[in-house]
């Protein structure tokens, strides 16, 4: 099992920007691709962005492409989104997940096992 932690939220702007933080402990957080999904009150849970285990594949929603970009330090064992240009649709609690290596659909909910408790992102406009 992999235990994940996110931070990084808060309120803010819209516009303004925000980098969110998933701390990973437990397995080898290498042999992982990772993932960002969100959901917005009374949505469903929504894929964001996704990056393969070694950090140089990386997937975007269209609705985030341009804005928004995921890293990975395998070092640290954590993984980030740095959230750009924020808009009034983007406001969620944004929850990050893991998924095997050898998965093949990064942007499908059901490949990830392992999820954290959110964070929440709130943009005033």
């Known amino acids: 099992q992999v235990q994940l932690v996110e931070s990084g939220g808060g309120l803010v702007q819209a516009g303004d920007s925000l980098r969110l933080s998933c701390a990973a402990s437990g397995r080898t957080f290498s042999n992982y691709g990772l993932g960002w999904f969100r959901r917005a009150p009374g949505k469903e849970r929504e894929f964001v962005s996704a990056i393969n285990w070694s950090g140089d594949v990386r997937y975007y929603a269209d609705s985030v492409k341009g804005r928004f970009t995921i890293s990975r330090d395998n070092a640290k064992n954590t993984v980030y989104l740095q959230m750009n240009s924020l808009k009034p649709e983007d406001p969620a609690v944004y929850y990050c997940?893991?998924?095997?290596?050898?998965?093949?659909?990064?942007?499908?909910?059901?490949?990830?096992?392992?999820w954290g408790q959110g964070t929440q992102v709130t943009v005033s406009s």
């Open positions: 997940a893991t998924r095997s290596r050898y998965g093949s659909r990064p942007r499908s909910s059901d490949e990830y096992s392992n």
